[in-house]
C-alpha cells in the first residue's frame, strides 16, 4: 500500500505563496486518485484539488486559486499556492485512492490512504 508524507507547510504573511510536496512510497502515484485536502480551525476537512490515475487535475471548487500537479519521476503530488489569505490557514493532507477510474471523489470518506498533514498559517 502506498505510504504518504507531506512537506512545505509553513507561516507566511497575506499575500505570499507555498509549494506542498506530498511524496508517496509503497506504489505509484499512477494507480490512485491523488489529493489534497484542507482542515482549517473549526471545519470539516474539504478537498481542494486531485489529479486522477491518467495524471488529470480536478478542482471541486470553481473559485479555488491553487494549482495541483505530479511528477511521476519522483512519484509526487505538488499543490502551488498563491496569493495566501488568512481563510488558507489549516493542517494540508495529501491523500491517495487505489482507482482505475478518471473521475476522483472529493470527499474524505472516499480515501484509504493519508499523510500526516502540514500546517500551513497566513497572517495578515
Known amino acids: 500500500q502506498v505510504r504518504l508524507v507531506e512537506s512545505g507547510g509553513a507561516s507566511v504573511q497575506a499575500g505570499g505563496s507555498l509549494r506542498l510536496t506530498c511524496a508517496a512510497s509503497?506504489?505509484?502515484?499512477?494507480?490512485?486518485?491523488a489529493a489534497w485536502f484542507r482542515q482549517s480551525p473549526g471545519k470539516e476537512r474539504e478537498g481542494i484539488a486531485y489529479?486522477?490515475?491518467?495524471?488529470?487535475a480536478g478542482y471541486p471548487d470553481l473559485t479555488n486559486r491553487f494549482t495541483v500537479s505530479s511528477d511521476s519521476a519522483k512519484n509526487t503530488l505538488s499543490l502551488q499556492m498563491p496569493s495566501l489569505n488568512p481563510d488558507d490557514t489549516g493542517i494540508y493532507y495529501c491523500a491517495a485512492r487505489l482507482s482505475a477510474s478518471a473521475a476522483c471523489p472529493s470527499t474524505e470518506s472516499d480515501y484509504e490512504f493519508w499523510g500526516q498533514g502540514t500546517q500551513v498559517t497566513v497572517s495578515s
Open positions: 489529479i486522477n490515475p491518467y495524471g488529470n
Open positions: 509503497g506504489d505509484r502515484f499512477t494507480n490512485y486518485c
